[in-house]
């Protein structure tokens, strides 16, 4: 009926109350949580609104060499942050912002956009390292442009002319692939971390804690009091056991030439150099390599980033005949075993030829180690078999990493019947054995993985694990700490142990196979080695192709008994091992010199006995002047003699593929010529006071 007024049900009346009451009691919790519950949460809110945080970079701990001396260093710098918590436009500033930092304004817009998803406190890192007139430009603009800051950084400062470069390594930002993985979980955007060598491998202890500083600023972003500050916490030093005296004489032996040189105390594992070549300079790291840079590094034929010591894997040649002498000898094979070698022998209907055309006659082991007879150590091979050598090698650690504390160390090939197969599908054929045994056929192993086994054999089994910190020097609860200090003894016949390290000591006399390697005085025991790398065919085809051109080998320790110093030497188309003998005993030299330096120290002669240390005596340098290393004067003028006082500095050092310059340059930590007046002259090298060889 129309005008009748309809009645609103009960029910329904109720729900809409219900509903509202409901609504009532939301916004009552709501308003409770907000003023009371969570008040100091939503307190802090509001306040991180006002105040900016600016972080404050901790520097990196120094990296310094056994005794204390600095190889790596840090400078101050500046980086140009834009602080995000601001109410302008930034795209609309990025003109002026890319005109006054000498950037690209693209370059300004990609970074912003980059940054778009990560939280609103995280500044944009705009420019590393700025120049004067940039740091100028940001603090002149401070009212135009309230979102640039500035903080200061230590950037690295590494040796010129990539000295130490792969062993020591290089830093860069944290790329957005690391974030994703689970040791970079807790790192953020921006973060300066070691990216190889050893910044990668000890980075949580070179790490410092970043602080920050916190200020109260407008609703533009301007800064308009100073709260205080978090100072950072810097990252602890680390000592590495590198003596850089040692080190000097190995980057000069490898100048101009490419390869790689290890040298190594037997008796504990510490490394005590380490070269690659070609290297790189890491400062082009210290604060942004460009794209261009990095696309020549990384597609360089030569892979001038590649650390031959630990990652080139390559045949041993006939130094892989002190580990097939061992097995022989262990096997009671060797002791008895005679060959007449007439330039060559036949096994399994094929020829293999011996590298002395006319052949070395009659041959025992002895004569087989000092002279590298191969027919010897072919038949060797044929009467063990591939079985019992792999066993031995693999005891002595070919085909394995040796646990070094490096980064990406590779693991090298030790061909068995079992890795034929496991690889390949295929069986192991007896004709396959007797390449084995010189070195050559599927054998490829690192520089470093043979001088561990060849000081295991010179220690009477005692094998060691190769090391560039020492454990001492680390946290107790530090994972490396352990696997460092193990030692595996692997037994070896006296006998053999004796015959075999006399006959490699004979190889640098003048019946061996490298006497113009022989330093009088040095009792220096060794083997050299000569290794294919394409079929003597294919190499007879291209004489004149260094690309084909055999690697020389060499390795070798001081003294004969109970050695501190082992070396051993790659030499890329190097094609004699003679040659890489001579690059190894500079080194040696170089390490017995400083010893007979020392005040109370014994050293062995090239017959086996001690002799009392020699006085000082000055070296002169004919070709390169190397480092120098002298106490850093103080302000005043004086010297102040102490750990971090103590500089490497460098006058000319050239290396493969670099134009040799009369310049000096600057270096880090210092890396600049030595003070007038130090001892020396010439060319010599100065250490606190004394010349070193």
Sequence with gaps: MLGREEKISAMRLTSVQYAILVIFLVLGYGLWRLQVSHSEYYASQAESNRVRKVPILAPRGKIVDREGRTIVDNYPSFTALMMRDSTRDMAADSPLIAQGLHMNENEVRDKIRHFAGMPQYAPIYLKEDITPDELAFVESHRNELPELDTIMAHRRLYPRNGFLAHLVGYVGEVSEDMLSLPQWELYNPGDVVGKSGVELQYNQLLMGKNGSRQAVVNSKGKEIQQLGETPAEAGKALKLTVDLDVQVAAEEALEGKNGAIVAMDPRNGEILAMV???????NDFAVRISNAEWKQLVTDKAKP??????????APGSTFKILMSVAGWQENIAQTLNVHCNGGATFYGRRFGCWVKTGHGPVDLTKAIYQSCDVFFYTLAEKLGIGRIAKYASAFGLGQKTGIDLPQEVTGVMPSEEWKIRNYK???FAGETI????GQGAVAITPVQL???????????KMVVPHVVNPSQLP???VEVQHLEEVKNIPVDTGGWNLITDAMSRVLLPEGTAPSAHIPGIDIAGKTGSAQIVSLALRAKHTKNDDF??????????PRRNPEIIVVVLFEGGEHGKLAARLATQVIKAYVDKKRRQPNQLVQTDTGRPRAAVPTQTIQKSETEMASLWTEPSGDGSAEAGEDSQRLQSGRFSLAGVTRSSKRMKAAPGLEPAPKGAS?????????GQTAP
């Design 426 to 428: 295929q069986k192991w």
């Design 680 to 688: 020396g002259s010439g060319n010599s090298i100065v250490l606190r």
């Design 549 to 558: 051109a055999q690697n020389g080998w060499f390795v070798g320790f001081t």
């Design 435 to 438: 390449s084995v045994g010189i």
């Design 305 to 314: 980033l590649l650390n031959k010591a630990i990652q080139a894997q390559l």
């Design 276 to 282: 690659s070549r070609p290297t790189f300079d890491p």
């Design 451 to 461: 001088m561990r086994a060849i000081a295991a054999i010179s220690m009477d089994g």
């Design 476 to 478: 107790p609860s530090y």
